[in-house]
């Protein structure tokens, strides 16, 4: 079978095999670096745009809502008595 060593029929030597299996290991490492690296920036930049649409939709609610209509009706004699336990 040719491409395996057999006593008295060495394989020749496979200059771009030889290549290929060495540049693998850069690439692989630049490639792993580089996914790593886009991870982290559109996960951040994920998460920086969606608090700041949060932060816009807040601010569009309390300038066209009046502030008794984003909160529950409380008496001012309930929130200032104190609690006791018994």
Known sequence: MPGFAHIGNPVPFNLSRWYAVVALVPIGFIAFALGGLLDRFVTQRLLWQEAVLTKEFVQSLAQALPLEALLPA?????????????
């Open 74 to 86: 409380i008496s001012p004699g309930v929130a200032a008595a104190p609690t006791s336990v018994h």
